[in-house]
C-alpha cells in the first residue's frame, strides 16, 4: 500500500478496508490461492470500493492492476 499513489489521508481507511477484504477471503474458499494473490486483490478492490482509482486516474500512471502486478511481482492473467 506504501508503494501506490495514495493520498496519506486515505491510508487507514484503506489499510481496513484491504483488512476487512482479507478477513472475508479466510472465512470463505480462498484458501487454495495465493497469499499474494489475496492481498493484491483486497488491495484492489478497496481502492476502486472507496473510489480513489477515479479521482485522479492520471496518477495512476498505468492502470491499477498492473502497477498492482508490477509491485508484486505477478503476472495479469485476463
Same mark, same amino acid.
Given at each position: 500500500?506504501?508503494?501506490? $499513489?495514495? $493520498?496519506?489521508?486515505?491510508? =487507514?481507511? /484503506? ?6 477484504? /482479507? =478477513?472475508?477471503? =479466510? ?6 490461492? $495465493? $497469499?499474494?494473490? /489475496? #492481498?493484491? *486483490?483486497?488491495? *484492489? #478492490? #478497496?481502492?476502486? *470500493?472507496?473510489?480513489? !482509482?477515479? =479521482? !485522479?486516474?492520471?496518477?495512476? *500512471? !498505468?492502470?491499477?492492476? !498492473?502497477?498492482? #502486478?508490477? /509491485? ?7
Amino acid at each position: 500500500v506504501r508503494r501506490l $499513489p495514495l $493520498p496519506e489521508e486515505k491510508l =487507514a481507511l /484503506i489499510r481496513k478496508h484491504v483488512q476487512t477484504f /482479507i =478477513a472475508l477471503c =479466510a472465512t470463505f474458499r480462498f484458501a487454495m490461492y $495465493p $497469499p499474494s494473490m /489475496i #492481498a493484491t *486483490g483486497s488491495v *484492489g #478492490a #478497496a481502492i476502486c *470500493g472507496l473510489q480513489l !482509482d477515479s =479521482a !485522479d486516474q492520471s496518477q495512476w *500512471g !498505468d492502470n491499477l492492476t !498492473d502497477l498492482l #502486478a508490477k /509491485i508484486t511481482n505477478t503476472e495479469v492473467v485476463s
